[in-house]
Structure formats: C-alpha cells, structure tokens
C-alpha cells in the first residue's frame, strides 16, 4: 500500500519558517515528479511548488518565489519542502504529492499519489 505521510506543520510567526517533510512508503519515485500543493481556509486546492525527479529542476507559484524551496532525497524516497519569510496569507492544509511523470508538473490531476496534508497557520 502506497503511503505519503507529510509532517512538519504548526503554528508560526509571520516572518518565520516551517520546513516540511513527505515520506513514501510502498513504492518508490525515484523515476517520478514529487510537489506540493496547499487548500487555504474556505479556498481550492492550489499548486505550490514541483520537483523533478531527478532534483534537478523545480517549478514555483508565483507568491512564494524566493521564499520557499523544494528538494528532494530519492534515497530516502522523501520530498522537502522549505518555507521562510512566511506570511499569513499562507495558512493553508499543506498536501505532498507523488507519482505521474518524470519532469516537474504543476496540475494535481497528473499526480498519482497523495498525503493526508498537514496544517500550517501563520499568525500576523
């Protein structure tokens, strides 16, 4: 059974930083794009950022260039990412997903495989 586990949430300042964390378990995706997307309070589930997977290239929204950074360790089969400079207009569920191609993809529906989410909550 296919499992991805994010973990690294919580409550933090504006201004401050979260570092995110994707296990998989099951299979690996070594050879597969990895990304994460948020669903902000009352809002749709949105592209944040995408890997390569190789590592190699990454693929930002907008909002959160310069301030967030994706990477990967496929020898531990986990997808990181890193978010500094936050602001409130980031609470959201943070959700990893897995799977479908090789190069970076910023559509969910390309994505085979999804985390429960994880809650992060920047207070201003």
């Known amino acids: 059974q296919v499992q991805l586990v994010e973990s690294g949430g919580g409550l933090v300042q504006a201004g401050g930083s979260l570092r995110l964390s994707c296990a998989a378990s099951?299979?690996?995706?070594?050879?597969?794009?990895m990304g994460w997307f948020r669903q902000p309070p009352g809002k749709e589930r949105e592209f944040v950022a995408t890997?390569?997977?190789?590592?190699?290239?990454?693929v930002y929204t907008d909002s959160v260039k310069g301030r967030f950074t994706i990477s990967r360790d496929n020898a531990k089969n986990t997808v990181y990412l890193q978010m500094n400079s936050l602001k409130p207009e980031d609470t959201a569920v943070y959700y990893c997903?897995?799977?479908?191609?090789?190069?970076?993809?910023?559509?969910?529906?390309?994505?085979?495989?999804w985390g429960q989410g994880t809650q992060v909550t920047v207070s201003s």
């Open positions: 099951g299979r690996t995706f070594s050879s597969h794009a």
């Open positions: 997903a897995a799977g479908g191609r090789a190069g970076p993809t910023v559509r969910d529906r390309n994505y085979d495989y």
């Open positions: 890997i390569d997977w190789s590592g190699g290239s990454t």
